[in-house]
């Protein structure tokens, strides 16, 4: 179950780039010298070494965005800084204007066994305190059940493909459902609505006749779902 391990400012980098283009899309040098406060020349220095590494595509002038190998390394940290903020906000009742920066101090050292006793003690929660979407584990489970039905951690095998949710995705975008999130009642729900793993999908578009529900096609049978089911969700990206 080891891996590798990766820097904790490589995974500061790979997270901003995440969460400004979590489907591929480019961000700018700019942006991330904004948001990491760092200057732009030092921003490109490591964008270059980040490309070396395989973690990015770099056009130099324009941006970076995400390779396979970055996006699965970017979701982690996200996953685990969010189930955290999560956790600190409604189990430890801190303070609204502390819990992001003690997520960011807790995320690089949660290892992937308390992230998932966190999820589990949180029952599987979707969002975290601001409203974003939290990931997906890489652990090769259909369901959230499975998982719960697995006691050895020792036991688990990593996911190899990454996901995305439908709410995360950019339309129109086609994909395999590979994870579906939540407790028996949310996926009786989804079961009900004719949609399970396997099942061929594509969004047709990301908010269906100005609501917040979401206009897909599974199977090929059109479907608009609510934004809480497009959360729990997950294609194979």
Do not use: W
């Not at 609204?96 to 929660?125: G, V």
Request: hydrophobic share 35%.
């Amino acid at each position: 179950m080891a891996e590798n391990k990766i820097s904790e400012n490589i995974e500061e980098y790979l997270e901003v780039l995440y969460r400004n283009g979590s489907n591929k899309e480019q961000v700018s040098t700019t942006q991330l010298s904004k948001e990491l406060n760092i200057a732009p020349g030092s921003v490109t220095q490591m964008l270059k070494k980040l490309e070396k590494l395989g973690y990015i595509g770099y056009t130099p002038y324009k941006g970076a965005t995400l390779t396979d190998d970055g996006m699965k390394i970017a979701q982690k940290i996200t996953r685990k800084h969010r189930i955290l903020e999560k956790f600190l906000a409604d189990v430890l009742k801190i303070k609204e204007e502390n819990i992001h920066s003690q997520a960011c101090e807790m995320e690089h050292t949660l290892s992937d066994e308390a992230e998932r006793s966190l999820c589990n003690m949180l029952n599987n929660p979707d969002l975290c305190p601001d409203n974003k979407v939290i990931p997906a584990c890489n652990f090769d489970f259909d369901s959230c059940q499975q998982c719960y039905s697995l006691e050895d951690f020792d036991q688990i095998v990593y996911r190899e493909s990454n996901l995305l949710c439908i709410s995360e995705l950019n339309s129109p975008t086609e994909g395999t459902i590979s994870f579906i999130r939540g407790d028996l009642e949310l996926l009786d729900d989804i079961s009900n609505l004719g949609i399970s793993i396997g099942d061929d999908i594509k969004l047709e578009y990301n908010k269906a006749f100005d609501s917040d529900d979401y206009f897909v096609v599974i199977n090929d049978n059109e479907l608009t779902i609510s934004s809480e089911i497009a959360n729990n969700i997950f294609i194979s990206i």
